[in-house]
């Protein structure tokens, strides 16, 4: 098997709140997209952090009537605490003010500056207070941009007009750069208006929480300048040469807000340090609330310990990975979260598990049965475990979790109808062995299932392999052992009863 190398990023959170559903959704997801990638023997690195410069912070912190350096100190720490607790397995975690980071950023500016694509003008244009950035006429009139005000001043660009046609070239060229397949045309649509470019500079007397400008300290560096070379800085751009070109390029998780920054501002960025552009640039959609945005500001947040608390990391992680069809929004609501949980975990998965280990109990001593000659209906499950695997790695390659689980269930389910049709509870009465076949079949599928559920469900995926006595086991079909015993265990996922309204 070719060794493959996959470094995953997700955005860095702005430490203006505690963390919520939106971003444990693309931290989760670059996790699940690790863990696999590690499992299929690829060479892995999985970077996330915090954007701790600009407006918002400084605002924040302000509120809470804190310098910002010690609001981020005091903030950050919910984040990777929340991380740890979902089982976050990040290979860095970068913040923003780390002079690690801080230093590259300085070294870029005056790199990109000594090579004219820097320049100083004044410019007169409407400036968006809450985006914290100039906008266009056209922009403006979208009525999407809020506290627009008109703001004259002298200040630095980024010569981004000039790569627009190297741009589009790229992004035509290559099909796979901008995923999915809409948000790459959105990104054409956008390059079809002429660049402008791009005011990397804000003055100290208007915003002191930033990057010092090397080249006139009047002036600190705008917040997505700097936080968009965290993606680089991380992995030792300018430090550690070696283990740059080891893990650049890179695949950017990011939310669909957030697109134009990443696949506008930091692909010409890029252009100008003369470096590869991203692998992929992958933007999934938003979790809404019932059909409103989750926004601090509506109140509607979830947050993401509460619902541990009530069901399990494991459970949300399932629930989020499986409910967030690739690339378009999704709903939470905790009636969905219960639905999902009971229909697969508890009744498709957790039954049967139930159901086998039960018959294996009553009817054979409790020890895993011998695995026989496969009939036909074996052979047809063995074939569906078979082609699981490859049809796994291959949608895991294309981001698309929630396939996989979706395809994962689906072999679940088929052993449920397999067991059904088999009835080993009958056949134990006529042909013992036979009856021992067919549960050798399904636990063997509850095994295979528990390895590919195992990015998505670690804990619990562990805890299956740890009954089957296979802990270590891999994706090849036929890895249970006959012979060993199965130990007692608890419900896995317990079923959630909901009140009934009377
Ligand atoms: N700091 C910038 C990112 C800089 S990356 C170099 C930022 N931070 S953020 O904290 O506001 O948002 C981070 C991510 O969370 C974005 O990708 C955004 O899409 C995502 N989400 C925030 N709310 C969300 C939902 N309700 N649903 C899904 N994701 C959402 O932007």
């Known amino acids: ?50 954007d701790e410069h600009g407006q918002k912070v400084q605002q924040a ?4 009537g804190l310098q910002p350096q010690a609001h981020c100190d005091e903030l950050a720490p919910r984040f990777m605490d929340l991380w740890k607790k979902l089982g976050i397995s990040n290979d860095d975690f970068i913040r923003t003010t ?24 004044e410019y007169e244009g409407l400036y968006s ?8 006429e056209k922009e403006a009139e979208s009525g999407q941009f809020r506290e627009v005000k008109t703001i004259k001043e002298k200040n630095y660009f980024f010569k981004m007009s000039q790569y627009q046609e190297r741009l589009i070239k790229y992004i035509d060229d290559n099909p796979g750069f901008i995923r999915p397949e809409h948000r790459k045309n959105e990104m054409l649509g956008f390059l079809r208006q002429p660049l402008t470019d791009l005011c990397i500079s804000r003055p100290k007397s208007r915003l002191s929480w930033g990057i010092e400008i090397p080249f006139d300290r009047d002036y600190v560096t705008y917040v997505w300048f700097d936080a968009l070379i965290n993606y680089i800085s991380a992995i030792g751009y300018g430090s550690d040469e ?39 640039i992958f933007a999934h959609g938003w979790w809404l609330m019932g059909d409103s ?49 009971n229909s697969d975990l508890a009744n498709d998965f957790g039954n049967l598990l139930n159901r086998v280990s039960g018959l294996i109990g009553k009817n054979h001593g409790g020890i895993i049965p011998a695995a026989l000659e496969p009939t036909p209906a074996e052979e047809e499950v063995a074939r569906s475990g078979r082609v699981l695997v490859p049809r796994v790695e291959a949608l895991v390659r294309e981001y698309k979790v929630d396939e996989v689980l979706n395809e994962v269930m689906n072999l679940i389910r088929q052993v449920n109808k397999y067991m059904e049709a088999q009835a080993p509870w009958k056949l134990a009465k006529t042909d013992l062995p036979a009856a021992g076949r067919v549960l050798y079949t399904a636990t063997e599928a509850l095994r295979l299932a528990a390895v590919l559920l195992k990015p998505v469900m670690p804990e619990k995926a562990a805890t299956v392999l740890a009954i089957l006595g296979v802990p270590d ?9 006959s012979g060993l015993a199965l130990p007692a265990f608890p419900p896995l996922f317990p079923r959630i009863e909901v009140e009934k309204k009377v």
């Open 1 to 50: 098997m070719t060794k493959n190398k996959f470094y995953v990023t997700t955005p860095i959170y702005y430490v203006n709140d505690a963390p919520h559903i939106g971003h444990a959704y693309t931290t989760i997801l670059a996790d699940v997209l690790s863990r696999f990638h590690r499992a299929l023997g690829d060479d892995t690195f999985f970077l996330t952090g915090l």
């Open 473 to 481: 086991s891999g994706l090849a079909w036929g890895e249970l052992k």
């Open 61 to 64: 912190a302000e509120k809470r």
């Open 98 to 121: 780390e002079a690690r980071h801080q230093g590259v950023v300085q070294a870029i500016l005056q790199k990109v500056y000594d090579s004219g694509a820097i320049y100083q003008k």
């Open 242 to 280: 070696a283990k740059f070109r080891r893990w650049w390029p890179g695949v950017h998780l990011i939310g669909k807000d957030i697109l134009t920054t990443h696949s506008i501002y930091w692909t010409t960025m890029l252009f100008a340090l003369g470096l590869p552009l991203p692998e992929a």
């Open 129 to 136: 207070v809450a985006e914290e950035r100039f906008i266009t």
């Open 293 to 341: 945005k989750m926004s601090k500001s509506l109140g509607n947040v979830v947050r993401p310990l509460d619902l541990i608390e009530q069901h399990g990391v494991d459970a949300v992680r399932y629930y989020l990975m499986s409910e967030m069809i690739l690339g378009a929004d999704a709903n939470f609501t905790p009636e969905n979260f219960i639905k999902r949980y």
